[in-house]
């Protein structure tokens, strides 16, 4: 086989960006799985900045770049069109889908289960006493489109019809964008006295927005995101967030591919990963209680050195922790 013609397994991997927390830290997981299985991988940016930004098409990739050199590919969400995998799949490269599902194509889909977080961390707004919760988030991203439908089903949940005044888009997942939604929102007066924000970015920006108004977070406003970037623990106040393990989905990819690659059968549609409502200061949780939900989470989640010092160190420094006097 070409992709093995030295003697190596070769793992494409088709992002529309490389950089970034996300990919990052995505790239390492399948890059270490990969390199367990004797393998390298080859990843591959598809976005061209000149065409525009990607929260408003696909980008117009068609190079069949590297097609001769690996088994099969890791496709990040919107990285590639509908045409480009089923081209794949006649070249009779594996395909394994990351955080999307594309319309009419059968394959194995790695997503986190945003519903599960979502309600989760909207029940929680509702438990601090909040009925006007507003969304802030890009639609465009099919995980957005799944985060906002578990926040409608979630409100019914708690007997409050959903509020279409309250939803703010935002054309992307980035900080900006948050802050020119914290900015339509005082515009509108501030409808609501808590928001769920699509991704910690956004939310990020939101919070920087609204404290350069003058308000008062999380008492003006309560706030939670997605994602649980590493500044969401180190902002003021901390943001509580959903937590969702990169590395998690990261290997997950992989090791689909990889069973595909050997020629053993992977059930296609969603594989989910694990995600956890993790309840800090900007929900309006008191710093002594903000980390007692990290208590419950599964250890295994914690795949980097970083994760299991943090998660560590803030059990300790809340209490739910002792050390022995020789460590201490």
Known sequence: MAERRDGQLRIGVLSPLI?????????SAISDRVAGAGGRVVAIQTLDPSQGS???????YTLRAAWNQVAGFIVVVNAVDRSYLEALRMAGKPVVLLSAEVEGFSCPVVQADNRIGVLQA?????????RRIAFVGSLFQPDTRERYKAYREALRDHG???????????ADNLEGTGEEAGRAMLAAGMP?????????????????ALSEAGLELPGDQAIVGFDDVEASSSVRPTLSTVRQTFNATGRSA????????????????????????VARESCGCATGTALEMLGDVDPSLLTTPEDRLRFRLQRLLNGMETLPPEQA
Request: without cysteine.
């Open 19 to 27: 950089a970034g927390s996300y990919m990052s830290a995505v790239l």
């Open 54 to 60: 990607l929260e408003v098409r696909v980008p117009r």
């Open 122 to 130: 909207v029940a929680h707004l509702v438990e601090h006493g909040h």
């Open 160 to 170: 409050i019809e959903p509020d279409d005044s309250l939803l703010f888009e935002t």
């Open 192 to 208: 609501s006295t808590a928001v769920f924000a699509a991704t910690d970015y956004n939310a990020l920006g939101l919070m920087k």
């Open 254 to 277: 992989a090791d689909l591919l990889l069973e595909l690659v050997a020629g053993r059968e992977v059930a296609p549609g969603v594989h989910r990963v694990p995600t956890s409502f």
